[in-house]
């Protein structure tokens, strides 16, 4: 067994048959993650001192990265005791993950490839949760995970769920999917939610597809208004396709949304090339990103380059599956 260090002084146990966020969360601590299979980069760290190994290829990891000693701890197990540059989240009140049972309480066509999936969980239940982190579904032999799109005030939880022609799940939700099926959930899963940014004065939220999700979920949030009030300007960057796309907007006039389309005119538009338009101190800026890993990717180079810190750029990939 090696003892793992972090920074903030916490530490855990992990044996060279776990992964690292794996032991982190049977220990009760919270490091940032999100899909677990090494694919978008969020619990990323590097490491102080120390030896791990991997089976796979950590393809998120630039060459330069991968020099400068990161890892990605979803997918590294220890060969020592380790050092890391990262800290416990666990003061943001995440909870434990439980698999429960759901049932399908209402189905909402959004767009023509876009559904609004409600579920309810047994009464006695508790679902706790950050709004901003996902969920997984499992029904009949498929997992697949979801951002919850509903604060955690709601009695129901609230998914929006894209088509993606053939796949395994996509054929259950847009084909067969009905009332009262049952299926289990693993609630809640990863660490997108919102931090406290003292003295931060603009806050970005991007978003591509039912990326905005997480976001119309942090922003419904009533416990989360707080922290939304501490920002001098909040602003709303959706990509869709087009106009008749866009489902949702936030009910706040504070809010400043701007739906980025890219095929309502000849001039593709994408929410990454939209950011320099607003023209903020990026210095005084926090951004959220949530959607594809390409936009992500993208608008964190782009915001970097325009002056934004790079610890204050927070997102969650949504890493396709079949
Ligand atoms: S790469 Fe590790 S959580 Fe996504």
Partial sequence: MFQIKLKDFKSFS??????I??????????????CLTGRCSSCKF??????SFTEFEESPLSSFEKSEGFILTCIRKPLSDLELDAEDLGEYGFSQSVTIPAKINAIQQLTPEIIQVNLRVPPNQKVNFL??????????????SYSIANPSSSF??????????GGAMSTYWF??????????????????????HPGKENLVFLATGTGIAPIKSILESTTNQVKLGQFKRIFVLWGMKFEKEIF???????????????RESQSKRYVQNVISNLELDMTNTVIYACGSE??????????????LNSNHFYSDAFVASN
């Fill in 14 to 19: 992990c044996d060279s048959n776990q992964t």
């Fill in 21 to 34: 966020i794996e032991a982190a969360l049977k220990s009760g601590i919270f490091l940032d993650h999100s």
């Fill in 46 to 51: 590097k490491v102080i001192s120390g030896e």
């Fill in 131 to 144: 709004e901003g982190q996902y969920l997984n579904v499992i029904w009949n032999g498929i997992k697949r």
């Fill in 156 to 165: 129901e939880i609230e998914l929006i769920i894209k088509n993606y022609q």
């Fill in 175 to 196: 084909g067969q999917a009905k009332t009262n099926d049952l299926m289990r959930l693993e609630i809640p899963k990863g660490t997108f939610f919102l931090r406290n």
């Fill in 248 to 262: 949702w907007e936030p009910s706040s006039s504070e809010v400043e949304f701007i739906p980025v389309l890219s």
């Fill in 294 to 307: 390409d936009m992500i990717q993208d608008a964190r180079n782009k915001s970097i380059q325009l002056g």
